[in-house]
């Protein structure tokens, strides 16, 4: 069965309302940040950003599926020496606005170059914010899995037999250990930290992120011909990783050439793909 990637160019929050209900099971997105990209999204100010992104998460609410999720990629930033509230703002309205914030997931920056200001350091990461409709949403977690490690070879080499049960924790934590989960196996979930470098060879978006952090979320919260959203499309990345993974996906653009350099690299890639199938049929 074939994919298709739907591309509209224009306004997220007008197009959005004429997307059906419950049809989205991802949205993975990354909107322009408080005074920042002034040259190509106009720089929405940090007191003006919750009036401004409401009306386009009531709607991402309205359309994602009840099983489904919402990563929102974003980050505050630092004026005059004081970091700016207007992220931890934006979840307590989201929150009020009917979605449940279930997890933060940070995006370490392996490549980030060092700096230093007179009372910071540079930041070197970034938030990635699950939101979710319901406490029972898809999640695939076997999917992302990541190899052990050889530490396991020694940690898990003489255990006792109070290791290979669920105990009661002697501290009161509520965990009780219990070690044998982990026989046998070559795999273990990962934690919430993503570390990943940047895209910093994209020509054709000042702020295009990897295309592997889409990937993980897309193959975390997903199966194949799920329908994945990015209503800040830029350059592309979320578009062409749902389509690398046999997702559909909707891509919403309101700046034009970024819009025009998506879909023609979409035409490009159906027709190659078109040609080489054309040749192992002939």
């Known amino acids: 069965?074939?994919?298709?990637?739907?591309?509209?160019?224009?306004?997220?929050?007008?197009?959005?309302k004429d997307q059906a209900d419950n049809t989205i099971d991802l949205i993975v997105t990354s909107p322009p940040y408080a005074d920042q990209r002034k040259n190509t999204y106009g720089g929405i100010p940090a007191?003006?950003?919750?009036?401004?992104f409401l009306p386009i998460s009531k709607e991402l609410l309205r359309v994602l599926k009840p099983t489904g999720t919402f990563i929102l990629n974003i980050k505050e930033r630092v004026?005059?020496?004081e970091r700016s509230t207007y992220v931890i703002e934006l979840i307590l309205e989201m929150k009020k606005q009917g979605w449940l914030w279930t997890e933060e997931f940070i995006w370490h920056k392996k490549n980030s170059y060092p700096g230093k200001w007179p009372?910071?350091?540079r930041d070197a990461w970034e938030r990635l914010l699950q939101f979710n409709k319901t406490k029972h949403f898809s999640m695939y977690q076997e999917a992302v899995m990541v190899p052990m490690g050889d530490w396991a070879k020694t940690r898990?080499?003489?255990?006792?037999?109070?290791?290979?049960v669920r105990d009661t924790s002697k501290v009161g934590s509520g965990f009780g250990k219990n070690i044998s989960n982990w026989l046998g196996r070559e795999l273990a979930y990962p934690t919430n930290v993503l570390h990943l470098?940047?895209?910093?060879?994209?020509?054709?978006?000042?702020a295009a992120?990897?295309?592997?952090?889409?990937?993980?979320?897309?193959?975390?919260?997903?199966?194949?011909?799920?329908?994945?959203?990015d209503p800040f499309m830029g350059s592309g990345t979320t578009i062409f990783a749902a389509q690398k993974l046999k997702r559909n996906a909707v891509g919403i653009e309101i700046l034009e050439d970024y819009y025009t350099a998506v879909e023609q690299s979409l035409e490009k890639e159906e027709l190659s793909l078109f040609m080489e199938?054309?040749?192992v049929c002939g």
């Open 209 to 229: 992120f990897p295309e592997e952090l889409p990937r993980w979320f897309i193959n975390l919260f997903t199966k194949e011909y799920d329908t994945v959203m």
């Open 47 to 52: 007191d003006k950003y919750i009036e401004w």
């Open 1 to 16: 069965m074939k994919t298709k990637a739907d591309l509209y160019h224009g306004d997220a929050g007008v197009i959005l």
């Open 156 to 164: 898990l080499l003489n255990l006792s037999e109070t290791d290979k």
């Open 79 to 81: 004026l005059n020496g």
């Open 277 to 279: 199938e054309g040749a």
């Open 119 to 121: 009372n910071r350091f």
């Open 197 to 206: 470098a940047t895209e910093c060879g994209n020509k054709n978006h000042s």
